[in-house]
T-cell receptor, first 115, second 115 residues
């Protein structure tokens, strides 16, 4: 079945450590997105990419980095510069041509906790 | 700039009663509107969308939404609530002719259906 896979489901980060969240899709979608979800704040856009080897900052990009070396993959690195990284991270994708009936397809999320 | 407001953090309704979850939006031009639902520790699932056409849109699980251009609203409704409808609901918008700009999400409304 086609879909988006996020891993790991749970991740623990020590102070000063960089961690990378994985997002892989087999839907042949062009665009991929990373959102951060905090209680009461909804979804906030971190980064997005509409084509391989290109990406744009969202509303809260500071302390995060991404790469898009393959169409299927859009990993997110949470760097030590992100002072409050504890949150639920969601990856999404969508085609940019043809039917976009569902808007975005979402992964199941990664819950990151600082220990 | 695009924005979405979900004025209620929490909506409580008795099982069998009708439910409404409110959403208002702001875009330049015509909107492309979505409702998504999120269950605990999961990604968002598509419920329904509005692009053009009938103002009353029917979606998954018996939900529907009414587009009101004059009030810039897109409220989610269901005639008879089920306990299993308890979840977090998100409204999202982008301008229809904005190219491929990312969806903007509201902060979410937690629906609690009481047996």
């Amino acid at each position: 079945d086609g879909g988006i896979t996020q891993s790991p489901k749970y991740l623990f980060r020590k102070e000063g450590q960089n961690v990378t969240l994985s997002c892989e899709q087999n839907l042949n979608h062009d665009a991929m997105y990373w959102y951060r979800q905090d209680p009461g704040q909804g979804l906030r856009l971190i980064y997005y990419s509409q084509i391989v080897n290109d990406f744009q900052k969202g509303d809260i990009a500071e302390g995060y980095s991404v790469s898009r070396e393959k169409k299927e993959s859009f990993p997110l690195t949470v760097t030590s510069a992100q002072k409050n990284p504890t949150a639920f991270y969601l990856c999404a994708s969508t085609p940019l041509t043809g039917p976009r009936d569902y808007g975005y397809t979402f992964g199941s999320g990664t819950r990151l906790t600082v220990v | 700039a695009q924005s979405v407001a979900q004025p209620e953090d929490q909506v409580n309704v008795a099982e069998g009663n009708p439910l409404t979850v409110k959403c208002t939006y702001s875009v330049s031009g015509n909107p492309y509107l979505f409702w998504y639902v999120q269950y605990p520790n999961r990604g968002l699932q598509f419920l329904l969308k509005y692009i053009t056409g009938d103002n009353l849109v029917k979606g998954s699980y018996g939900f529907e939404a009414e587009f009101n251009k004059s009030q810039t609203s897109f409220h989610l409704k269901k005639p008879s609530a089920l306990v299993s409808d308890s979840a977090l609901y998100f409204c999202a918008v982008r301008a229809l002719n904005s190219g491929n700009t990312p969806l903007v999400f509201g902060k979410g409304t937690r629906l609690s259906v009481i047996a």
